[in-house]
């Protein structure tokens, strides 16, 4: 069974472009959340889907916004890009809302 | 909103002495605590994972405790290999009567074990 996939796996934008980044849930699972991880921070939760809904919402302003398509696939996006939106992206699918997460290899995004 | 607290930040140990890194948590509604282990330039990966009904889990060399009285849970690994060296992350996850938080996670604690 193939893991949690997400690409691109590197991103470079400039300041004030805007970046869609996208994960593929393992096959069968129905939830995707997203974290946002960084040195100084860890892993910081950003949001979570399941069935096309959005679930649970993490502390990011309103530049931070996702979508779950009926196949489970999941994106998110970023507008007007900051230099401090540089980080790495991670996925997690799990199997229902709630269930043991799996992570993607991530999205390292670069902004300069 | 449910914070974990975990220590230490960094942990360096001689191969085959054990290893405990402790998490606190602050909601006591949650009633998941997974572990991950993330190698440098990898994915976070599941490695033991506990719920509030069971007080400690075993899996090989690794295992997890949990203490709901005083909110905090453990992980312990025995005879420690260069292997496992990699930086280990806990969460906790509320349920609010069927309705299921996110996952919160601690800050991580980087393991170094010395050959």
């Known amino acids: 069974k193939a893991g949690v996939t997400q690409t691109p796996r590197y991103l470079i934008k400039t300041r004030g472009q805007q970046v869609t980044l996208s994960c593929s849930p393992i096959?069968?699972?129905?939830?995707v959340s997203w974290y946002q991880q960084t040195p100084g921070q860890g892993l910081q939760f950003l949001f979570e889907y399941f069935s096309e809904t959005q679930r649970n919402k993490g502390n990011f302003p309103g530049r931070f916004s996702g979508r779950q398509f009926s196949n489970s696939r999941s994106e998110m996006n970023v507008s007007t890009l900051e230099l401090g939106d540089s980080a790495l992206y991670l996925c997690a699918s799990s199997l229902e809302w709630g269930g043991e997460a799996f992570f993607g290899q991530g999205t390292r995004l670069t902004v300069v | 909103g449910e914070n974990v607290e975990q220590h230490p930040s960094t942990l360096s140990v001689q191969e085959g002495d054990s290893a405990v890194i402790k998490c606190t948590y602050s909601?006591?509604?949650?009633?998941?605590f997974p572990w991950y282990k993330q190698e440098l330039g990898k994915r976070p990966q599941l490695i033991i994972d506990i719920r509030s009904n069971v007080g400690e889990k075993k899996d090989q060399r690794i295992a997890v405790t949990l203490n709901k009285t005083a909110k905090h849970f453990s992980l312990h690994i025995t005879e420690t290999q260069p292997e496992d060296s990699a930086v280990y992350f806990c969460?906790?996850?509320?349920?609010?009567?069927?309705?299921?938080?996110?996952?919160?996670f601690g800050k991580g604690t980087k393991l170094s074990v010395k050959p």
């Open positions: 096959s069968g699972h129905r939830s």
């Open positions: 969460a906790a996850r509320s349920n609010y009567g069927g309705s299921q938080g996110n996952l919160i």
């Open positions: 909601d006591s509604a949650s009633n998941y």
